[in-house]
């Protein structure tokens, strides 16, 4: 992003999703109308691309987060399992990564029990190998992509 009062706004929307657009305009200094026509030329781009609330795991029956690494365990099949495990709807992100592992899986579930049967749903699903990490304790998650560092 080299435009700095484009950057300016992306930082400030990240921070706040419900920023108004007077908020906005007070943040980086131009007018209403110059905010919203900026905001509507970044979504235009694809540069953002939707606004969405972040929920509290704990408060609608998620608390229990974990990351499982999927490998096929046969090496030959198809690599479709992000499509063979989209109906799983625990599984909150699903990474291709580099390393002995082909995907990693970051799931939020109810209980250790229902873990338990989310990774043997995967494993069925996609005819894969796991290795699964609980999360203990979440320091930060959610950090702007964009910081008004630059501006």
Request: hydrophobic share 45%; proline share 6%.
């Amino acid at each position: 992003m080299d435009d700095p009062v484009d950057h300016a706004i992306l930082a400030a929307i990240s921070l706040d999703g419900r920023a108004t657009l007077a908020q906005l305009s007070d943040a980086v200094g131009l007018s209403v109308s110059a905010v919203q026509s900026r905001l509507r030329r970044l979504e235009t781009r694809g540069v953002i691309t939707g606004y969405l609330a972040i929920l509290d795991p704990e408060a609608v029956g998620t608390p229990l987060s974990a990351f499982i690494e999927i490998s096929p365990l046969d090496p030959a099949q198809p690599d479709n399992a992000p499509e063979l495990l989209e109906h799983l709807t625990a599984i909150e992100a699903c990474h291709s990564i580099a390393g002995d592992a082909s995907y990693m899986l970051f799931v939020r579930v109810a209980s250790p029990r229902a873990l338990e049967e989310l990774v043997r749903d995967v494993r069925l699903a996609a005819n894969v190998r796991t290795r699964t990490t609980v999360v203990l304790q979440t320091y930060y998650e959610h950090r702007p992509i964009v910081s008004a560092e630059r501006t």
